[in-house]
């Protein structure tokens, strides 16, 4: 009876202190205005359009058109990579350490890859013998110190490339495609070796790198159940072996000059859209839009909506001036809000937090945020949570990567990230910031690599361009 007496007596002249520190930890909130599609382009990494910088950044590299890329409020640059004089004969050294230069110049301007590599560009299928593609692709990449590998955090996409005319996995007169215009090799012959040089491609690039193939029929074939994301979360080629469409919006119907034609999955047209639908909202879909696409072309602002929705397009080979497609999405209105859909598209709505906290104790956050851009992150990002005192700052990260986060979504996710506050911090109010910084070690320090929120500025919020984050105009008080 004496030891309860005990502890009833500590508890009633601790109930004081216990109240104040709970009246004191009271949350505070703030809500935050999204920005419009339609205000200015809103530059971020691993998305949207890609602009073209030449016929070869080995041998034709420009510089300069890449900063204007970059100016322009481009993050991704279309890169191909020309192997027409190696056809037969191994990569030597000084073109494998031109590449590596090369990578470090678009490092260091601030862009990243849209990267495909081919035997071309040419006319007539002039590709290689897949001996020869293999052994290209094991001096490129599958390991560490190699091209592909050590400069992996400045490639995020790339097209499958390799086979065919324009790497685009039809016409090879090598013995690597069927009846997509050669009519040389059966189909019994192709289909495998297709599916050899798929792995050897996935396993030259980095695990990293979404890696897109042309023919939704291929996909199908190699995986006839959709991607998910449980299988984003695993892992592996399922989620990585994406899709590119050579002719959006083109042809008749819609059709897309060849793109939806079922052959060796056995799937009709319909059922290969209806395939690609879901599992594009897990797997990367990109496009190039071009003149001699076949007609007719669908140029309006609406059916680029519909199209690149449902396709969940995530990046784009943008289209120049002299495009039709362009040139109606100008006049249309809508050339902008287009740019700033494709891919994804964060946005904070609200964040809550503890008002107070002691040091020593762990707090969490919550942010309420959406992606509203036609395609999920497919990169590896969390969410981090900045505590500024001065030139002190404390540092924490959400739970979930923000690849969990839909595409399109009409309703917020819960973020959560929770905080241990050091015994050593200082006393007073800290500023709350957010920020999503690259996970590469060589661009997490970067602004030109995090992502900014689509979020508009107020009087007491918004983006810090100089240090990468968004002030949300709250503080936490440590005691």
Known sequence: M??????????????????????NAAPVSASFAPLSFHDRLLPNPDRGGAGY???????????????????????LAYCPVDLTPYRTSNLPASFLEALNARLETIRAAGMKCYMVIAYGPVHGGQDTE???????????????????????DVIP?????????????WGSRNGNSCGFDSGETKCETAIPLRRQ???????????????QFRYP??????????????????????????????????????????????RSSGMSNDALKTYMEAATEHIS???????????????????????????HLAVLKFPGP??????????????????????????????????????????????QMRNVGWSRLFFARKLQMVLTNGAESIVCESRVSLQSLPSQAQSDTAIQIPCAIPASAAPGNWSVKLRMPDTWPALADKAAFAIRPANADSANQGWDAANFRFDTGLSIKLR
């Open 130 to 152: 897949a001996s020869w593609i293999r052994t290209h692709l094991s001096q490129l990449g599958g390991a560490a110190g190699k091209p592909l590998w050590d400069n992996a």
């Open 217 to 262: 029929d291929d996909i199908a074939k190699w995986h006839p159940k959709a991607a998910t994301m449980a299988d984003v979360a695993a892992g592996g080629e399922r989620a990585r072996a994406g899709f590119h469409n050579d002719c959006p919006l083109s042809g008749p119907g819609t059709e897309d000059t060849g793109t939806w034609v079922g």
């Open 2 to 23: 004496r030891s309860i007496d005990i502890v009833a007596i500590a508890m009633a002249l601790a109930w004081p202190l216990m109240a104040q520190a709970q009246s």
């Open 322 to 367: 002299k495009l039709n497609w362009r040139q109606s999405w100008e006049s249309g209105g809508c050339l902008t809000e287009i740019a700033n859909r494709i891919g994804y598209r964060f946005q904070f709505s609200s964040l809550t937090l503890p008002g107070a906290a002691a040091r020593g104790d762990s707090v969490t956050a919550t942010v």
């Open 197 to 211: 040089l798929r792995d050897a491609i996935l396993a030259a690039y980095h695990p990293t790198t979404q890696v």
């Open 285 to 311: 879909y990109g496009g190039e839009l071009a003149n001699n696409c076949a007609v007719p072309h669908r140029t309006s602002c609406s059916e680029a909506r519909e199209d690149f929705a449902r396709w």
């Open 53 to 75: 910088a030449g016929s070869d950044i080995v041998n034709k590299f420009d510089a300069g058109s890449f900063n204007n890329l970059y100016s322009s409020g481009l993050r």
């Open 157 to 169: 996409f790339a097209k499958a490339g390799f086979v065919g005319q324009y790497g685009e996995w």
